[in-house]
Structures are given as C-alpha cells and as structure tokens.
C-alpha cells in the first residue's frame, strides 16, 4: 500500500517493501513521475545538505541518478534509480534469501565500470568517501539484445568536495571500519581530530578503497587483508595485504604493471589517480592473443580440464564473443570439432559467461548448424537439445539457406541420426 508525503511532484513510498536502512536514513521501493524508485528517507534534523548537492552535481551512467526530492514536516525524501542488488549480495551464502543470483558483468568489467564512475566523481571536484561493496549497486535493465548490467555507485552521505589540490578536510573519518586507506586509518587509531591537522586525505584515498572492492571482487567476497577487523586494520597499516596472492597471477600480469599494487600504494602520493586506473584497464594487445586460445581451446582441448580452462580464461577479461578472421567464435569452435565427453557441459558455461548462442559466422553458420555439420559422438541429441532449450534460432539459415536440417543430413552419420531429425 502506498502511502503519500508532500512536495511538488509527489513522490509515492511503500512502507512495506524495505530496501535497507542505515546511519544516513531508511530506504523503500516507491514511485516517481510513473517510474519505479528507490525513496531514501532521511529526517529533517539528520539531512546532510552535500548528499543533495553531490548528487544533483554528478549524472553520470555509473552513478546512481538522483530524480527529485521534497519534504514533510518529518522527513526529506530522495527517489532514486532503482537498482536490483549491491555487490556484498553477491557472495552471501546460497542459502541467503537476499543473494543475488542474477546477470553479472565480468569482474574485469566491473572493474572498469567503477573505475569510470569514481574518475568522474574525482572529476566534479567531489570525494566519495564511503566506498564499499554495500554502495556499489547493480543495475539490469532489458534491451532487444538481452539484459543490460550497469555497476553504478551509490550513497554520498559522505561525499565531500575538495579544493584544487584534490585535498578534503573532515569533522571526522566516518567510513566503514574494515574499508579505509591507510593514511585515515592511522589517524583514526591515533585518536587524532580534524582540528588538528586540517586536510587528513586525497582523491587518493578512494583510490586505495576501490582497490580494495577490486580485490574483494576477484577473491569472492573476502578482504584483501584479512578476515578479522582488528586484523585487517593492522595489515592495511603494514601494507601486508595477505589475500593478493589468492589472486589468478595471469590476471595480475595481463594489466600494465600490476595495477591492483599501484591502486594499494601505502604513500597516497605515489599513488595512482582514478584517472590512470581507468587508463591501464583497456585491455591491451596481450588479451588478443588469450581470445584466440580460447577458440583453439574449444575446438581442440578434450581433456577434463576444459570447462576449468574455459573460466580461467574469460576471468582475465577477454571478450568471450571475440570472432577469427571467418566470424567463427568459441561456441562455433566447441560445436564444431571438440568431441569432449563433457561438451555439454562446456555449451552450457560459455553461454553462461556470456556468448551469444546465436551469432553467425562469416557465411552465416550459428553454432547448431556446425554441431549438425560435424559432430557425430553419442550424445548428440542431448547437444542439440541444449542449444534449443538456450534460444538458439533452430530455423536459422546460412547465407545460402542451408539450416542445420540440411546439415544434419548432408554429412552427419550418428547412430541416432532417426531420433536427432525427429527432434
């Protein structure tokens, strides 16, 4: 039931569908100009006017749009693009009624998405300054060509804008406790107050964070420093990050230099801006060489490894869609001349990380008709079935209006060629 508060345009909440609450105030589903909303709800004595200031300064596609706000006699009301997850949704357990199992970028897309958004932020003279996967929102919206996933940041309850030196100064360091650059952690421990030192970080501080989101990304949800505050809190001073080495080296090595160590430079000085992180995250030339593996690995790899193989190399960032000279991609590759016994199983994780089931080569064959063409081992039919079940065109023609019937006929001699037509 939706109940109404005052302002110009009226913005309409539902008290009964609670999206989260916190120190900054509470937040439900709702509605604005007949759109769905996410409505923050803030009482007038708690609002913080430069999360207001913040947002309407920064429209950006990785940052959470701000639509309209107005107030009661009680509260200030913000509605807000509505996103479906955060990122900590991400790894709870299966059994957690609030994970999130839905679409998800690559990790190196994810990275590269935030890394956008915050060199933006940077750009509009404003400090986050409460970077956690809690305030990193997932956004799927459909298109004609399937889900769009957007990685966008949210939460400037604490953004605070800096001076030309890219310097901010604090009433206090209130970020999440396990998620601070060193240079404000120390102070913390220390006891120190603003008033003593006026300006107590940079731009760079966030930069350290997002390193940090970085890595709980690549290690599924743990800490690149430890597990246990008190633990963490005396690594992130030690510049001991214990966790790095967890991750996949080839991932580290394929980004120019170690990007994940610049990102995690204990001195903010030396430092990497947002701005270079963003640079060093094209993928460059060397990620071309591992798209043309993967394509060699599904046409020819028939060792149980395959499916492993498979993960390893799209979590380095290649694009899983990438085509040979003929227009032929890893599924046409897989369906074409890889006879492995766990086929299936390599149909079903390509599509799952993100091929399209119905690209065409450069004559116009999707991976159906080169499954017909040329496979003839025992558990065709169950192939065939999957790509059917996964939205593969079964009536798709090559450019010369062949469909994978013909194929199947032309040249397939299975033993099950009856049951493989019939179906």
């Not at 298109?143 to 800096?162: C, E, M, P, R, Y």
């Not at 510049?239 to 080495?245: M, S």
């Not at 090559?398 to 033993?415: E, I, M, P, R």
Request: one cysteine or more; proline letters at 1%; glycine letters at 8%.
């Amino acid at each position: 039931m939706f109940a109404w508060f005052w302002g110009g345009k009226k913005i309409q909440i539902d008290r009964n569908a609670l999206l989260g609450e916190g120190g900054f105030g509470t937040v439900f589903k709702g509605e604005f100009g007949g759109r769905k909303v996410a409505v923050k709800r803030v009482e007038l004595h708690k609002v913080d006017k430069r999360e207001e200031d913040a947002m309407l300064k920064l429209k950006h596609p990785n940052i959470v749009q701000l639509f309209h706000c107005e107030k009661d006699n009680d509260f200030m009301y913000y509605a807000l693009e509505l996103c479906v997850a955060s990122l900590d949704q991400l790894f709870l357990e299966s059994a957690d009624s609030k994970k999130y199992k839905g679409p998800m970028p690559q990790n190196i897309e994810i990275c590269r998405q935030l890394a956008v958004g915050l060199e933006y932020i940077h750009s509009k003279k404003l400090i986050h300054r409460d970077i956690k996967p809690a305030n990193v929102l997932i956004c799927v919206s459909s298109t004609g060509q399937g889900d769009n996933i957007t990685i966008k940041w949210s939460d400037f309850g604490l953004a605070k804008s800096v001076n030309e030196k890219g310097l901010h100064s604090w009433t206090g360091a209130r970020g999440t406790r396990t998620w601070y650059a060193p240079e404000v952690l120390e102070k913390l421990i220390n006891g120190e107050r603003a008033e003593q030192e006026k300006f107590w970080g940079t731009v760079q501080s966030d930069v350290f964070v997002l390193g940090l989101v970085f890595g709980y990304l690549f290690l599924k949800g743990e800490h690149l420093y430890g597990s246990r505050e008190s633990e963490i809190h005396k690594n992130i001073i030690k510049n001991n990050a214990v966790n790095i080495q967890k991750i996949n080296g080839e991932l580290r090595k394929y980004y120019e230099d170690d990007l994940l160590r610049k990102m995690l430079e204990d001195d903010p000085q030396k430092r990497i801006t947002s701005k270079e992180v963003v640079k060093q995250l094209k993928l460059n030339n060397k990620l071309t060489v591992k798209e043309e593996e993967l394509r060699q690995l599904c046409a020819s790899d028939s060792s149980s490894g395959l499916i492993e193989k498979i993960k390893d190399l799209i979590q380095l960032g290649i694009d899983i869609n990438a085509k040979d000279n003929d227009g032929r991609n890893a599924l046409h590759h897989l369906c074409e001349k890889n006879s492995n016994s766990n086929l299936i199983d390599a149909i079903q994780i390509l599509i799952q990380l993100g091929i399209d089931v119905n690209a065409k080569c450069n004559v116009g064959l999707n991976a159906l008709h080169h499954l017909c063409a040329n496979n003839s081992n025992s558990n065709l039919i169950d192939e065939i079935r999957l790509l059917i079940q996964l939205g593969i065109d079964v009536n798709a023609k090559t450019k010369y209006g062949q469909n994978a019937l013909h194929f199947l006929c032309w040249n397939n001699s299975n033993s099950n060629l009856i049951d493989v037509i019939r179906l």
